[in-house]
Nanobody, 128 residues
Framework: QVQLVESGGGLVQAGGSLTLSCTAS????????IGWFRQAPGKEREFVAT?????????YYADSVKGRFTISRDNAKNTVYLQMNSLKPEDTAVYYC????????????????????WGQGTQVTVSS
């Protein structure tokens, strides 16, 4: 059974930083692309970032976080990280990680429907 567990959320002031972690079990981690999504109250879940199946592989970011967020992974620890810098109040949301079985380095995924397994989410609140 695939399980994804997010951690690292919290309350931070605007301009601050947080690092989220997503630890996976029950899957061959190196065969999965991992994505981060977020959902603010009253809004749809939106794409944040994704990384292909190995640590040096492709990454892709939403325009709204490009240059501020960095996604990385450590396959030895079955963990993906999302380093978030220069946080803004509009980054406030529940952040979810998700896993997608992939077969090439180019398979990343940017929509929720492309990902089959999801974590429970971690709250990030950025105060102004």
């Amino acid at each position: 059974q695939v399980q994804l567990v997010e951690s690292g959320g919290g309350l931070v002031q605007a301009g601050g930083s947080l690092t989220l972690s997503c630890t996976a079990s029950g899957l061959t981690f190196s065969s999965y692309a991992i994505g981060w999504f977020r959902q603010a109250p009253g809004k749809e879940r939106e794409f944040v970032a994704t990384i292909s199946w190995w640590s040096g592989g492709n990454t892709y970011y939403a325009d709204s976080v490009k240059g501020r967020f960095t996604i990385s992974r450590d396959n030895a620890k079955n963990t993906v990280y999302l380093q978030m810098n220069s946080l803004k109040p509009e980054d406030t949301a529940v952040y979810y990680c998700a896993a997608r079985r992939v077969y090439t380095d180019s398979m990343l995924g940017t929509t929720p429907n492309e990902f089959g397994s999801w974590g429970q989410g971690t709250q990030v609140t950025v105060s102004s």
